[in-house]
């Protein structure tokens, strides 16, 4: 994960400063953009070909939103934030991709911030 991460800063600091090279964004498969970083609730993203899938993230707000408990529904007030994700069908059944994204929905909303990596 701290590769990875260290990659991405990489390759995002050489496409704001114009260095990025075509060879450096080529062969890849799946996309993760963050429309959050401007203020965006959520976009519609774009695959790029001949990437697969792409997924964006929105920016995180507090809402309201319904608590089920024993005692009955509530309302509280939850961080939220949108995922939206494009793919090509010829390759990613809609079945899957609605799978997949619930999955990444479940994964975010059961994080544990002190979780150790």
Same mark, same amino acid.
């Given at each position: 994960? @701290?590769?990875?991460?260290?990659? *991405?800063?990489? /390759? +995002? ?10 060879? %450096? ?20 993203? @774009?695959?790029?070909?001949?990437? *697969?899938?792409? /997924? +964006? ?10 608590? %089920? ?49």
């Amino acid at each position: 994960l @701290i590769g990875l991460t260290k990659e *991405v800063n990489r /390759l +995002a600091n050489a496409g704001r400063n114009n260095q990025l090279k075509p060879e %450096e964004i080529q062969d890849g498969t799946f996309t993760l953009t963050n429309v959050g970083s401007f203020g965006s609730l959520m976009g519609t993203p @774009i695959i790029n070909q001949p990437q *697969v899938a792409i /997924l +964006a993230v929105g920016t995180i707000k507090k809402k309201p939103a319904v608590i %089920e408990t024993p005692q009955g529904d509530l309302i509280g007030i939850r961080h939220m934030m949108y995922l939206s994700l494009s793919y090509d069908h010829r390759w990613v059944d809609g079945s899957l991709g609605g799978s997949f994204l619930r999955r990444v929905g479940d994964y975010l909303e059961q994080w544990d911030v002190n979780r150790e990596i």
